[in-house]
């Protein structure tokens, strides 16, 4: 019996939690003896480790278009340049992940006779996608063979037809690099806050400044670490300098090493305006880390039993955000409760968990005629 071909397609393999979810799962499929290849748009390499066993193809097919002509032509290379991708490689089965992608793949397969999966990880009610995107994932999503979904949300957001033939999988602990053992909240010396996510306002990072300087008033030894990049980093640079947190808060850039850098802080929080299923805050809670966290859609609330191993604060509430913290900050037995049980989600979501429950899923499908 021949091997499993296993395809992802998406735009790249750079920093975000859907890249991370891709890079896990090859790696995680790939050991178990299928053949996995990764199609990408851009010509840029992986910024996460990928076993060297798997195709990695970039489709050079990323540009920018001026105009509709430009658009019209770049599409048509797009397709062209998938299809040829399809054909050379031959996979059972392509999971696509994104409806602009997945649109791509349904129309560059025809007579292949290649299995498509669609997969949405993020929320489909605030994705910010144009009206013309929005309408596509109704008219294309049942064009797929399956779909996998993160959250019952958004699942919701889609026609009967498409939720009818889906799966609704959660993220996992994906990193990689995730320490077997992690140190004792007793244990870390610092007096430290922590962060992780694009620097983008759906992540809500300016309401997690204003939390802090409202916190930092009452616990000023404690300092604030923000990681990741994004647009809004300048904005949040000069929130940070209106507050006078220049000492105390830091926006720390792109980090390589997520959980190790994780498991040297002491509190974790939060403050997303929306999500689909938030790796950053899985990661947060494998490390044993007291979490503060907005109760957005979709995701904390799958994630969070509020006062167990974690505390759940409205959206866009900066004083909330700023009493919780506190709370932690104040309540060690509390804190060590809420990270004891944290630590519970490296069984419920574990890598080995939730890889198994992708590939049960996409193997049934390729085997459906």
């Not at 299928?34 to 970039?58: F, G, M, Q």
């Not at 859609?297 to 167990?308: Q, S, V």
């Amino acid at each position: 019996m021949e091997k499993l071909h296993i395809m992802f397609y998406y735009g790249s393999l750079q920093q975000g939690g859907a890249e991370r979810v891709i890079a896990s799962l090859a790696n995680n499929f790939s050991q178990r003896g299928a053949v996995v290849s990764i199609l990408l748009l851009d010509d840029k390499p992986s910024l996460h480790r990928l076993d060297e066993r798997i195709n990695y193809l970039n489709l050079c097919a990323n540009a920018v278009s001026r105009n509709l002509t430009g658009a019209i032509i770049n599409n048509l290379r797009r397709i062209g340049r998938t299809r040829t991708a399809f054909k050379t490689s031959r996979p059972d089965v392509v999971v696509c992940f994104g409806i602009n992608n997945l649109v791509f793949a349904v129309l560059s397969k025809a007579f292949l006779g290649i299995k498509i999966i669609g997969s949405e990880r993020s929320n489909p009610y605030r994705s910010g996608e144009s009206s013309f995107w929005r309408k596509m994932k109704r008219i294309m999503s049942p064009q797929a063979d399956g779909y996998i979904f993160s959250t019952e949300g958004a699942k919701g957001y889609y026609p009967v037809k498409t939720q009818k033939k889906s799966a609704v999988i959660p993220n996992g602990v994906f990193a990689d690099t995730m320490p077997r053992r992690v140190p004792l909240l007793r244990e870390r010396r610092q007096q430290t806050i922590c962060s992780t996510g694009r620097l983008e306002s759906g992540k809500g990072f300016d309401t997690l400044i204003k939390a802090f300087a409202i916190f930092h008033e009452i616990l000023p030894d404690y300092t604030l670490h923000i990681y990741g990049e994004g647009t809004q980093q300048l904005q949040l640079e000069q929130l940070i300098a209106a507050k006078g947190l220049q000492n105390h808060a830091f926006l720390e850039g792109y980090a390589t090493d997520v959980p190790a850098i994780l498991c040297s802080h002491t509190m974790f929080a939060f403050t997303s305006r929306h999500e689909g299923m938030p790796n950053g805050l899985i990661e947060a809670l494998a490390c044993g880390l007291p979490c503060v966290v907005t109760n957005c859609d979709f995701g904390p609330a799958d994630l969070i039993n509020t006062g167990e191993n974690g505390l759940l604060v409205p959206v866009d509430d900066e004083k909330a955000v700023a009493e919780a913290m506190k709370r932690i900050a104040f309540d060690q037995k509390l804190a060590e409760k809420l990270s004891r049980n944290a630590l519970k989600i490296r069984e419920t979501h574990s890598m080995e968990e939730i890889s198994q429950r992708f590939y049960d899923y996409i193997t049934s499908k390729v085997k459906e005629s």
